[in-house]
C-alpha cells in the first residue's frame, strides 16, 4: 500500500511540475490582436488595435488571409495602443480568417475575422440594386413554366371538375352512384 501511495505521490508530483515548466515565461499574458467587429460581411469596415507594441505603437496590419493585403498600425488613443483599419474585400468569402499584425521590436499577434455573407431576405435594396426574379411563396409553380405540363395539369382539373358535376347532377335527380 506504502509503495502504491509513493507511486502516485511520484507521478502527480512529476505531472504538477511539468505543468509549472510548460507556463509561458511572460506569465501568461493575453495581449492579442482585437479585431472589431469581430464579424462582418464583404464590404465592411474592420478596425484593429493591440497592446502588444509598446510605447511606440507602430506595427504593420496584414490582412491579406481575407485578401485585403497589408494596412498600417500607428499609436492609438489609449497608451501603448496600436491602432489600424483595412476594408474587407466585397469578393471576400464567408469563413473565419487570421488577421496578424507584427509590431516595430517583433512582436507577432493574432486576431481572427468571420466573414458572413449578407442577409438575403433584409426587405432593403443593398448598393442600390433593386430585387429582382420570382418570389418562393409555395402558391402554384408546382409544375414549372412548361406550357405542356400546364396543360396536362389544367385538363386533369377539368376531368375533375366535370366528373364532380356530373356525380353531383345524378344524386340530385336520385339515380345514385
Known amino acids: 500500500m506504502r509503495r ?17 515548466i510548460a507556463l509561458p515565461a511572460y506569465g501568461g499574458s493575453t495581449v492579442s490582436l ?11 469596415d474592420i478596425i484593429v488595435s493591440t497592446a502588444a507594441c509598446g510605447t511606440n505603437g ?11 493585403g497589408t494596412f ?13 483599419r483595412f476594408r474587407v474585400p466585397p469578393s471576400a468569402q464567408p469563413g473565419t480568417y487570421e488577421i496578424v499584425a507584427k509590431c516595430s521590436p517583433g512582436t507577432r499577434v493574432t486576431g481572427d475575422l468571420t466573414v458572413a455573407m449578407p442577409a438575403a431576405n ?43 358535376t356530373w356525380l353531383l347532377h345524378r344524386r340530385a335527380r336520385g339515380d345514385g352512384i
Open 34 to 44: 482585437e479585431v472589431s467587429p469581430s464579424a462582418a460581411v464583404p464590404g465592411g
Open 122 to 164: 433584409s426587405g432593403a435594396p443593398h448598393d442600390g440594386v433593386q430585387p429582382h426574379g420570382h418570389v418562393n411563396t409555395g402558391v402554384g409553380g408546382a409544375l414549372g413554366t412548361d406550357p405542356t405540363k400546364t396543360a396536362a395539369g389544367v385538363a386533369a382539373l377539368a376531368v375533375a371538375a366535370a366528373g364532380g
Open 72 to 84: 498600417p498600425l500607428a499609436a492609438g488613443a489609449r497608451e501603448n495602443d496600436a491602432v489600424g
Open 4 to 20: 502504491t501511495a509513493r507511486l502516485l505521490t511520484g507521478t502527480a508530483l512529476a505531472v504538477a511540475t511539468a505543468g509549472l
Open 58 to 68: 507602430a506595427a504593420t496590419g496584414d490582412a491579406s488571409a481575407v485578401g485585403a
